[in-house]
């Protein structure tokens, strides 16, 4: 009976460790930080601006400026500041790196990617 209780106890720990969240796993918040305070370049010809996304919450895709804010589900309401026009774009990949994302007023299968290396 004691060797049930042990095996037990020991396939239940194992099984609580396996679902434990990995430590070197990023939070959405590092996730989120990747975009700030660095030019994004078009790289798929799409002929888009560079966008840069400031960590104090403005942006700059030329030649609109405005203020950005995070939204439920990675998506990023902009705020034109010269006729306060409000955009979403969804973001699809945030790597260090590389950036693409679904401008919400455009067909579902158009994504605009950006890299931080200018082309």
Known sequence: ?????TSLLILFILIASSCKKSDDTPSIHEIHKRLYDKT????????????????????IISPNTGNWQWRPNDTLLLIHTNNS???RIWITKLEDDRLEYWPVWEPEDI????STTKP
């Open 85 to 87: 026009l409000k955009t």
């Open 1 to 5: 009976m004691l060797n049930k209780i």
């Open 111 to 114: 994504r605009y990617i950006f």
């Open 40 to 59: 994004w370049y078009s790289v798929d010809n799409n002929m888009q601006p560079n966008h840069y996304f400031s960590s104090d919450g403005t942006f």
